[in-house]
C-alpha cells in the first residue's frame, strides 16, 4: 500500500524552527520528485518546495526562499523540510506529495494526510 506520512509539526515561536519529515511505504522515492504543499485556513493549498528525483533538483515558492531547505534520503526513503525563521505567516497544514516530476497540486499522484504548523508567540 502506498503510503506518505508527515511528521515534525507543532507549536513553534516566531523566528524558530522546525523540521518536517515525510516518510514512504509501499514504493521506493528514488524515483519520484517529492514537493511539500502547505494550506491555511480559509486560503488554497499552495506549493512551497520541490525536490527532483534523478538530479535533486530543487526549487522553493518565494515566500520561503532562503529560509526553507528541502532534501532527501532515499536510503531513508525520506524527504525533509528544514524551516528556519518561522513567521507567523508559515502557519498551515503542510502535506507532501509524490510525482514522477515537481508538478503543480492537481498533478501531483501521492498525498500525506498533512501536518499541522503554527507559528505564534
Known amino acids: 500500500q502506498v503510503q506518505l506520512v508527515e511528521s515534525g509539526g507543532g507549536l513553534v515561536q516566531p523566528g524558530g524552527s522546525l523540521r518536517l519529515s515525510c516518510a514512504a511505504s509501499g514504493f521506493t522515492l528514488d524515483y519520484y520528485a517529492i514537493g511539500w504543499f502547505r494550506q491555511a485556513p480559509g486560503k488554497e493549498r499552495e506549493g512551497v518546495s520541490c525536490?527532483?528525483?534523478?538530479?535533486?533538483?530543487?526549487g522553493y515558492a518565494d515566500s520561503v526562499k532562503g529560509r526553507f531547505t528541502i532534501s532527501r534520503d532515499d536510503a531513508k526513503n525520506t524527504v525533509y523540510l528544514q524551516m528556519n525563521s518561522l513567521k507567523p505567516e508559515d502557519t498551515a497544514v503542510y502535506y507532501c506529495a509524490a510525482a514522477p516530476l515537481c508538478s503543480p497540486a492537481y498533478a501531483m499522484d501521492y498525498w500525506g494526510k498533512g501536518t499541522l504548523v503554527t507559528v505564534s508567540s
Open positions: 525536490i527532483g528525483s534523478s538530479d535533486g533538483g530543487t
